[in-house]
């Protein structure tokens, strides 16, 4: 099957860091995704990572992958209230090059 | 510059009106989509163009119709919409629709058009 899994909601504190869950079930998808959607907004592409590599850095963001386990996680450092939007992790590969998406993790930020 | 426009912002609709949605890039891709997002869910893939040509129709209903005029244009031509089809159309493009262990071909997603049919 192609289901991507994500936690449906994350509350954390200005400052603190988030951590945003995701689990696939494609163990031969060859490239994950993480978009952000702010409300009212189209998707922004924030990072992807290659299937081979097990961790990526991109200034705030942290993307780690455990391949064995089919999990994804994105970090946010220092979160601010800018971040606050909805977190949609996506694998490509495998079977079609279609982008599946997860069901979307709604983080929110409080002041 | 990794920008996709979309026209209109919104747009309503009565059932037995013609709407057209457009989609523009200038980033050289070869490959593009449209996707529907309902409230609260992730986009659901609708329609994949690569080098103009129609790739993928997930079993979209024909009273949707894509069109591309060239490599850098992506219509949604609507009639006879139902209700239920109110919902946030996106538009992605990227370089070429194809991918491999040595190349993402990512998806650049435009800011969407948000349809309400009545």
């Known amino acids: 099957g192609e289901d991507v899994e994500q936690s449906l909601f994350l509350s954390v504190r200005e400052g603190d860091s988030s951590v945003i869950n995701c689990t696939y079930t494609d163990s031969s998808s060859t490239y994950l995704y993480w978009y952000k959607q702010e409300p009212g907004a189209g998707l922004q592409l924030l990072t992807y990572?290659?299937?081979?590599?097990d961790m990526k850095q991109d200034q705030r963001l942290t993307v780690l992958l455990n391949k064995k386990d089919k999990h994804l996680s994105l970090r946010i450092a220092d979160t601010q209230t800018g971040d606050s939007a909805i977190y949609f992790c996506a694998e490509k590969g495998g079977a079609t090059n279609k982008l599946i998406f997860g069901t979307g993790t709604l983080l929110a930020v409080q002041p | 510059d990794t920008e996709v426009t979309q026209t209109p912002k919104h747009l309503v609709m009565g059932m037995t009106n013609k709407k057209s949605l457009k989609c523009e890039q200038h980033?050289?891709?070869?490959?593009m989509y449209w996707y529907k997002q309902k409230a609260k869910k992730p986009p659901e893939l609708m329609f994949v163009y690569s080098y103009e040509k129609l790739s993928i129709n997930e079993s979209v209903p024909s009273r949707f119709s894509p069109e591309c005029p060239n490599s850098s244009l992506l219509n949604l031509h609507l009639h006879a919409l139902q209700p239920e089809d109110s919902a946030l159309y996106l538009c992605a493009s990227s370089q070429d629709g194809t991918s491999g262990h040595s190349y993402t071909d990512t998806q650049y997603f435009g800011p969407g058009t948000r349809l309400t049919v009545l």
């Open positions: 980033m050289g891709h070869r490959a």
């Open positions: 990572i290659f299937s081979n590599m």
